[in-house]
């Protein structure tokens, strides 16, 4: 198939996608998704008024075309072409497309994935944006040639592979620079169940390191956010499966991950007006029970089936999860964030980096059973941050190639 065919092929599928979402979805949730990715990547600040207006250039005309589509529907998918062929043509830019898809994923994934729609991500791992060919020989004929140093990089909630790169820095590409790593990024649907998504990442990681190329030496895991407990999930899958990747697992570093969950999920049971004092919780005031299953897992911290299957996830209740320690024999690191100047204040307890708390973000609970125990060196804590600048800012990342140095 040559890249012609193959693009319309692919420009087809997203089509028919979208214009089931639209006859599923209506205009209000596309509102929701902008707000979340204008909000995340634009305030710096938790507490105030959420930030006014759409977003602009790329991704503000790729929401402005789905609502588009939601007044057409009717009229079938010619209409549909008509409305998204400037968008998704040729001249249309990939990284803005893919990053709307992953914030639909995240809001509404699991939907998705149980009702066939194409928009749903599939799992897979990628390298330079693109998927990898989980096949020995052609992992070997890659350029630059894998290494004996994997490391994987899990995104978070509503984000995609493409992301990790953020104010010209990307952790993987700076690891393979300065320590010799290979870096894999990947890419999954973050709505889904963070247990569904934890089994399938096991099963990726078996087959990725049964097809490396050449002797691996060490493998390292680095999860941001929901992509930590992804990762911690796929430990507890793999042991049980008796995967052998987990033999090579010697690092993994948690980024904001939210290991007994996130205070924005749980404000999802306060009324309306509460939620609006915060430009991050604001927009779940509008979620209701809409939000997909990776949201609602996200309230403690869910890792594994059994903290939430046979229950409604809608449901008020309390912390029900079975505890699941840090894999054995693996040197596990957790980093923090937060809004806060300065150490120990009121902002550091109360609002962490403006939608993880330090003490979920270090694993910290007041059940002993529950409590994860990073020693001190394998914590820290960068001030004056939100959640996203954990992916750029150069002190991060300097924490980050000490530890996997180490």
């Keep these: 198939m040559d890249s012609l065919s193959e693009k319309t092929r692919h420009r087809s599928s997203d089509l028919r996608g979208i214009s089931r979402l639209a006859i599923a979805a209506t205009t209000g949730l596309t509102d929701l998704v902008e707000a979340l990715h204008h909000t995340i990547t634009h305030v710096p600040v938790m507490l105030g008024a959420p930030v006014p207006g759409p977003t602009r250039g790329i991704t503000g005309l790729v929401y402005r075309s789905i609502r588009g589509v939601t007044h057409w529907v009717g009229s079938g998918i010619d209409v549909v072409l008509t409305q998204l062929t400037p968008l998704l043509g040729e001249q249309s830019p990939l990284p803005g497309h893919e990053a709307v898809l992953a914030a639909l994923n995240g809001v509404l994934g699991d939907y998705l994935a149980a009702s066939g729609n194409s928009l749903a991500i599939s799992m897979h791992p990628r390298r330079d944006g693109q998927p990898l060919n989980l096949d020995s020989q052609a992992l070997a004929m890659a350029a630059p040639p894998p290494t004996g140093k994997l490391v994987v990089l899990v995104h978070g909630l509503c984000m995609n592979d493409r992301q990790w790169r953020r104010q010209g820095h990307d952790h993987g590409a700076a690891l393979a620079r300065d320590l010799g790593y290979t870096p894999v990024f990947l890419c999954y649907n973050s709505g889904r169940h963070i247990s569904t998504n934890g089994r399938a990442f096991a099963e990726v990681l078996e087959t990725l390191v049964k097809q490396w190329p050449t002797p691996l030496e060490e493998l390292a895991i680095i999860g941001h956010s929901m992509g930590g407990l992804v990762a911690r999930s796929a430990c507890h899958y793999g042991r049980l499966a008796g995967h052998d990747w987990l033999r090579h697992l010697k690092k993994l570093v948690f980024l904001g991950t939210p290991h007994h969950g996130a205070p924005l999920e749980r404000g999802g049971h306060w009324v309306d007006i509460l939620l609006g004092i915060s430009p991050y919780t604001a927009p779940f005031a509008r979620l209701g029970k809409i939000r997909s299953a990776g949201i609602t897992d996200l309230r403690h911290g869910n890792l594994l089936d059994e903290d939430w299957a046979?229950?409604?996830?809608?449901?008020?209740?309390?912390?029900?999860?079975?505890?699941?320690?840090?894999?054995?024999?693996?040197?596990?690191?957790?980093?923090?964030?937060?809004l806060a100047k300065e150490g120990g204040g009121l902002g550091d307890r109360l609002l962490g980096d403006g939608l993880v708390s330090v003490n979920s973000a270090l694993g910290r609970h007041p059940?002993?059973?529950?409590?994860?125990?990073?020693?001190?060196?394998r914590q820290w804590v960068g001030y004056g941050m939100n959640h996203m600048d954990v992916l750029g800012r150069p002190e991060v990342y300097e924490q980050i190639k000490r530890w996997l140095a180490a």
């Design 367 to 377: 059940e002993p059973s529950r409590s994860l125990e990073f020693p001190p060196t």
């Design 310 to 338: 046979g229950r409604d996830r809608f449901e008020r209740s309390g912390d029900r999860r079975h505890p699941v320690p840090l894999p054995e024999g693996v040197c596990c690191y957790t980093l923090a964030a937060t």
